[in-house]
């Protein structure tokens, strides 16, 4: 079993997430940015298509709405003892993908 359990502070967005696991990957991605209520309303759609149509979909409107809700773990303690953090997003990233390459592949 391996447990990933992270935090910085401050907090990576999703943007800055898509950023560096697209550089440390590799991999040339554009990655499009789109407004909350577009995507909302794009899943939505699909997803009661797709429930019409009797297709099993994972896109879908409560996924959209996840994504906006702020999931920020504070490391207090951390923080109370000046902890010096040895990694910074990209070189996490690019540790894990060294340690666990077929995480990656």
């Known amino acids: 079993i391996f447990l990933y359990n992270f935090t910085m ?8 997430y898509a950023n560096e696991i ?3 990957a590799k991999i040339k991605k554009f990655i499009p940015k789109a407004s909350f209520t577009l995507l909302y309303w794009t899943a939505f ?3 009661k298509v797709a429930k019409a149509f009797g297709i099993n979909s994972s896109i879908n409107a409560e996924r ?4 906006k809700q702020a999931n920020i773990i504070e490391p207090t303690v951390l923080q109370k003892l000046n ?4 990694y ?3 070189t996490a990233l ?4 060294n340690e666990w390459p077929e ?3």
Not at 64 to 67: D, M, N, P
Not at 83 to 86: E, H, M, R
Not at 94 to 97: A, E, G, I, L, Q
């Open 88 to 90: 910074t997003l990209h």
């Open 83 to 86: 902890y010096n953090y040895q």
């Open 22 to 24: 697209t550089e440390v």
């Open 64 to 67: 959209i709405i996840k994504l």
């Open 94 to 97: 690019s540790d894990w993908k």
């Open 9 to 16: 502070t401050p907090a990576p967005t999703i943007e800055e």
């Open 103 to 105: 995480d990656w592949s």
């Open 45 to 47: 759609i699909i997803g």
